[in-house]
């Protein structure tokens, strides 16, 4: 049943029930139209009700699928998005383990600082390459275009001149088959 509590708004069946409602509790933890029990009854009837909002509670989902607000990344470009986060998470494991060496005076921490340098370079490296591997998938396969693009205005506009153009040519043509000398009306 939730948090919800019996107060004076009306219902079906002549309960009333109104309350605020636990931001947990799912709308079958509140049942409809039922007027409650008085006495010894209300007793045995909360606990049957309690048991069974707790069995209930078990079943819920984790959570809700929401639709994607984005798209998926195209193929190319998050494989060269993980290849960077993958890059990246070495590079930061291999700076932690030369300064863990050089804290402790190992023979170990010259070799790891300069594969630390050299991996910093590569994982640059890898997150330029998202940024290029993404421009050139746009360029290749064109931009998903918004409702408020400018270039689908644009496109629009020309569309628009072609088709008159082209009904004026048509216009045009039927007139000289008539034999008309470009005029539009005899006088």
Do not use: K
Request: glycine share 10%; charged share 25%.
């Amino acid at each position: 049943m939730g948090t919800a509590e019996r107060r004076g708004a009306p219902r079906a069946g002549g309960a009333q029930l109104t309350g605020h409602r636990d931001p947990e509790a799912t709308d079958s933890d509140i049942p409809g139209g039922v007027a409650a029990p008085s006495g010894r009854e209300s007793e045995g009837r909360g606990h049957q009700v309690g048991r069974r909002s707790r069995e209930r509670q078990q079943y819920r989902p984790l959570w809700v699928e929401e639709p994607a607000r984005r798209r998926r990344l195209p193929d190319p470009v998050r494989t060269a998005a993980v290849r960077a986060v993958l890059l990246i998470a070495v590079t930061l494991i291999q700076a932690m383990v030369a300064f863990l060496c050089t804290m402790a005076g190992s023979w170990l921490a010259f070799p790891m600082v300069i594969s630390s340098v050299v991996s910093t370079i590569a994982a640059t490296w890898g997150a330029l390459d998202v940024w290029v591997t993404r421009q050139v998938w746009n360029q290749r396969n064109g931009v998903v275009s918004v409702p408020s693009s400018t270039a689908r205005a644009l496109r629009r506009e020309r569309r628009r001149t072609r088709r008159q153009e082209r009904a004026a040519e048509r216009a045009q043509g039927r007139i000289r088959r008539r034999g008309g000398a470009g005029q539009l009306s005899h006088s």
